[in-house]
Nanobody, 121 residues
């Protein structure tokens, strides 16, 4: 079964940048879609960005133009480059992998610890 570990979060000022990493241990990384999600206080977990095995990407409107999802299959690692961060981006960020349908629906039985991103002056 897949295991994923998120890292790279932290405290950053508005307008700053962070790059999150998601390290996977499964054997089907290269054939799986990946998603980055976030959950802010009082809100449901939402898909921020997804990337298919073939490289097709999808972004939430709030992330488009500022965030970039990428993957390195050799390293079994996914990334989320976040630029021009806003206080509204403050949340715990999670990654997960599976079919595209599962990524879009956030349909996973297991989630990791996530990594906290706080955007504040």
């Amino acid at each position: 079964q897949v295991q994923l570990v998120e890292s790279g979060g932290g405290l950053v000022q508005p307008g700053g940048s962070l790059r999150l990493s998601c390290a996977a241990s499964g054997s089907k990384f290269s054939s799986s879609a990946l998603g980055w999600y976030r959950q802010a206080p009082g809100k449901q977990r939402e898909l921020v960005a997804g990337i298919a095995s073939g490289g097709t990407t999808n972004y939430a409107d709030s992330a488009k133009g500022r965030f970039t999802i990428s993957r390195d299959n050799a390293k079994k690692t996914a990334y989320l480059q976040m630029n021009s961060l806003k206080p509204q981006d403050t949340a715990v960020y999670y990654c997960n992998q599976g079919s595209w349908s599962k990524v879009v629906r956030s349909d996973f039985d297991s989630w990791g610890q996530g990594t906290q991103v706080t955007v504040s002056s």
